[in-house]
């Protein structure tokens, strides 16, 4: 019997027998089609980062790679956690932004405000990256505009008024909200409240360690965020930054780092507990050294003679 197949002149891809056999017992059609897209990309690329060719939105293709993963077909995830934007941004074709903004006035809109916001007009790419964070990541648009509007704050706070921050940004910081599970506006706003107070406590970290009132970079910050997170007040840092400064004679953000996580996980965190354990720890032990028989014998004789003049 001729083929009913029709020949494309592509380049194939090949199932084994077996893969077909656990699918089609399975009867799962999003699992079938996901696998035949991985099988097309030669199983270099992940899952989830094909939400965007497939026009799925991150749960069908979630639901899709757990169903793969309980066949045995593909393997086993390494984590569970939203993955790096660089490795798995899934990419959307025009005509699929084009699509939601034809049919999504939501999602209209929240492109609309974000132009606003950043004061240009999104290029197809921008518009993809908002795509993704409302289609792949699942967070709502009032979620994402929230996003937006405090990366333009950060940006503007930390280079100055006009700036404004690159999409590619935004959605990196996407990426972050959706791993701590900040997907609802009481959620965000809990964040960004916890944020600013942690970012008006910056200035007096930065002169304890001796570098004025200029606003920290980026690695800086992580370092003063991490310590305070830790528990630490600005007094204690001071206390390590001299400890620092002793032992290198410069300020070193690892070094200081390192003395902070010591004291961290001993249980150390104001200036009043660094100060006893520093106490503690310059107190040499002070035991009784042992009597030699001589010694012995000579207090003895002391004794007996102490006593025969008393008598």
């Known amino acids: 019997m001729a083929s009913i197949l029709i020949q494309t002149g592509d380049e194939g891809v090949t199932l ?10 399975r009867g799962d059609g999003d699992a079938a089609l996901l696998y035949l897209a991985l ?3 030669r199983g270099t690329t992940q899952p989830r980062s094909l939400a965007g060719e497939l026009r799925w939105d991150r749960p069908r293709i979630e639901a899709a790679e757990t169903v793969l993963r309980e066949l045995g077909l593909i393997a086993p995830a390494a984590e569970s956690l939203p993955p790096e934007p660089a490795e798995e941004r899934p990419e959307y074709r025009q005509a699929d932004i084009a699509g939601r903004l034809e ?6 809109g929240l492109t609309a405000e974000v132009e606003r916001k950043l004061g240009k007009k999104l290029t197809v790419p921008d518009v993809g990256i908002l795509l993704g964070l409302n289609d792949y990541l699942g967070l709502p648009a009032d979620v994402i505009y929230l996003l937006v509007c405090h990366c333009a704050e950060r940006v503007q706070r930390q280079y100055g008024e006009g700036r404004r921050p690159a999409m590619r940004q935004i959605e990196k910081e996407g990426y972050a909200w959706a791993r701590q599970g900040i997907d609802t506006q009481a959620a965000a706003a809990a964040y960004l409240k916890k944020y600013a107070r942690r970012q008006g406590a910056m200035p007096r970290y930065m002169r304890v360690l001796g570098l004025g009132d200029r606003i920290p970079v980026a690695s800086e910050e992580k370092y003063l965020a991490a310590w305070q997170e830790m528990g630490f007040p600005p007094e204690t840092v001071a206390l390590a930054y001299d400890k620092t400064v002793l032992k290198c004679h410069e300020l070193k953000w690892p070094y200081l780092n390192g003395i902070l996580k010591r004291w961290h996980e001993a249980g150390i965190h104001t200036p009043e507990e660094v100060r006893s354990g520093d106490r503690a720890a310059g107190k040499e032990p002070q035991s009784r050294p042992a009597k030699t028989g001589e010694e012995d014998v000579a207090w003895m004789k002391k004794y007996i003679q102490r006593r025969d003049e008393r008598e």
């Not at 049919?103 to 209209?108: D, I, K, M, P």
């Open 39 to 41: 099988l097309r990309h």
């Open 16 to 25: 084994t027998a077996q893969a077909v056999k656990r699918l089609l017992e």
């Open 103 to 108: 049919q999504n006035a939501e999602f209209r």
